[in-house]
């Protein structure tokens, strides 16, 4: 049996004076740290009036919702419910679709091995940015008064949000493509577009059809969310069930949404890997 190598501690400490005389500052980070994110949720707590006796009273109501949620029934208002759905599920397909199609291009011009001056490049990232920065429900609300109450507006909602979005992503996943296709496209004397069309997209779609498949069943509950504010779909007939506190028809609307995006969760999975084709388990 070898016995256990002694380690000689000064020649480590003369080997790696790095690691072992490491300045104050440097071994008070990451304590200072802690201490300064624990000092911001206190205050946090404190500020917005955080009391847990509210909290659990809260519960308390909460459970007594929970029974009165029991059994989900729709009562006659099925065929109203599942038009509702089917807005809501048009609204998040055609919202996705419309914000990828116009995204697409942009992304282009996003993109680093596409555009490489920063002059031209820089200006598009930030529009993207600030069309990102606001959220999907406040589009909402700016669509309703420019276009008016219905699943139009949240359509428009959803495709500007998604496009700022689409627009960040596809841009990554091009600058992420291998150069290489693109060199042998540019060596064979095809054009800018001949490399882009032929050595970038077939790269780049699949991973682009993926991020699509996965908005689509995000803007599913998106579309929800809007709905309360009135951009139509099933958000709207949640809203109005919650208001007149029929709590039955609320857990039949809620136990439609789960159905529908574990679904289009489903079907997404499948289209993706028909896209990217099979992958072997390792």
Known sequence: ????????????????????????????????MIVAAFAIL???????????SRFFAGLSQLGWISLMMIPPDPGSSLPVYLKAL????????????????FALPVSLLAARNIVPSNILRFPVRRFLDSIR???????ALVWINVVGLGPFAGVLAIAVSDFGAFGKLFSEAIEGADQKQVEGIRAAGGSPLHEIRFGLLPQVLPVIAGQVL?????????????GIVGAGGIGLQLAEQIRVLEWQKV???????LVAVAAIDFISGKLRFAIIGPRAVA
């Open 1 to 32: 049996m070898t016995k256990p190598q002694q380690v000689d501690t000064r020649e480590m400490r003369a080997r790696y004076p790095d690691v072992f005389d490491r300045p104050a500052s440097a071994r008070l980070a990451t304590p200072a």
């Open 42 to 52: 206190i205050y946090g707590l404190v500020d917005l009036d955080f009391s847990p």
């Open 86 to 101: 089917g807005e809501t599920l048009s609204i998040a397909l055609l919202g996705t679709t419309l914000a990828a199609l």
């Open 133 to 139: 920065g606001v959220d999907t429900l406040i589009w």
């Open 214 to 226: 996965y908005f689509i069943e995000s803007n599913t509950r998106s579309a929800t969310i809007i």
């Open 251 to 257: 857990s039949f609307l809620i136990l439609m949404i």
